[in-house]
């Protein structure tokens, strides 16, 4: 038999990398919620993301950006506020009364909500590994959360679910703008829907940005907002679908499934978080089940996805 030459390993160090730095963004994201708040920390993101991307438009389509039909507008703009905007906002509000590592493993649900999305639109029928994916993943958030239920800490146990919410959001955001993302591309529909976010984000954190101490916030605020946008989300974005088309989705996929690790480990390390036995168990419940569910084999499809 000829020698094969083994595949390149740059996509698998693409992908470590994307998701190393993924899971290290947790920690900093909650550091940043403390020094500037949440609406704060999204209304700098948003001072930012409009020229990120311009510069993503132009990298990959120079001055001709593609054109959307008209009935296209206005599923766009919808399905962005939706899994941008309120995901985005629900997100940070949610991990503003959880922790760094709460949040990377409840987040990490969103593969059980777009099955069962899939299933309650009638696209999918789910199939008995599926459910049984689904049912043990529910199983592990009622076991990751029992500490906080238990010790009736409502403010905490609150943000644990307005991050299961924000998963679910994102969920059908990733269902529904799949025959836009087909049709014209991952990068133009997050250039274009990052435009179109921006203006109501503003509008919403301006309170914040108006009471913010710009001259007062140290230099790490700056720099870790900035990486936050460009590299964790645009860089981190373009990385991850490219190692995807490299390798493929079914190999990359499952190295996701290290965020919480690296998460965990980082706030463990620089923020000081604890984890019970409970919690532990709790987060390696739902990741087992998470995985169950988005590798199962998958029931027969039985209607096609229409952007809405």
């Not at 919620?33 to 948003?46: I, M, S």
């Not at 905490?156 to 991050?163: H, I, R, V």
């Not at 087992?288 to 209607?303: H, I, K, N």
């Amino acid at each position: 038999m000829p020698h094969r030459a083994p595949a390149s390993t740059a996509p698998l160090l693409a992908a470590l990398a994307v998701v190393i730095t993924w899971g290290l963004n947790f920690p900093l994201s909650k550091a940043l919620f403390t020094q500037v708040g949440p609406a704060g920390f999204l209304g700098l993101r948003y001072l930012l993301m409009p020229f990120c991307a311009v510069a993503l438009l132009c990298w990959r389509f120079g001055w001709r950006w593609p054109r959307l039909d008209r009935r296209e507008i206005g599923p766009l703009v919808r399905l962005t506020l939706v899994g941008q905007g309120l995901h985005l906002l629900l997100s940070a509000y949610g991990m503003q009364g959880s922790t760094a590592f709460s949040a990377s493993v409840l987040l990490a649900c969103g593969p059980v909500f777009t099955l069962l999305i899939l299933r309650l639109s009638g696209v999918e029928r789910l199939s008995r590994g599926q459910v049984a994916g689904v049912a043990t993943a529910a199983l592990g958030a009622l076991l990751f959360t029992s500490d906080k239920l238990l010790t009736a800490d409502w403010q905490a146990s609150l943000g644990d679910l307005t991050l299961l919410a924000a998963a679910a959001l994102f969920s059908y955001y990733t269902v529904a703008s799949k025959p836009l993302i087909q049709h014209h591309g991952g990068v133009t529909v997050l250039g274009y829907g990052s435009l179109v976010c921006t203006l109501p984000m503003l509008a919403w954190c301006a309170p914040e940005l108006r009471a913010l101490d710009w001259a007062g916030q140290p230099t790490w605020v700056w720099t870790g907002l900035v990486w936050q946008v460009a590299g964790g989300g645009f860089i981190g974005w373009l990385a991850w679908g490219w190692a995807n088309e490299r390798r493929g989705v079914a190999r990359t996929a499952p190295l996701i499934y290290l965020m919480p690790l690296v998460a965990g480990l980082a706030a463990w390390a620089w923020g000081g978080e604890l984890f019970s036995t409970p919690k532990l168990l709790g987060a390696g419940v739902i990741l087992g089940g998470v995985a169950l569910a988005q590798f199962s084999r998958s029931a027969a499809v039985t209607a096609p996805i229409t952007a809405s």
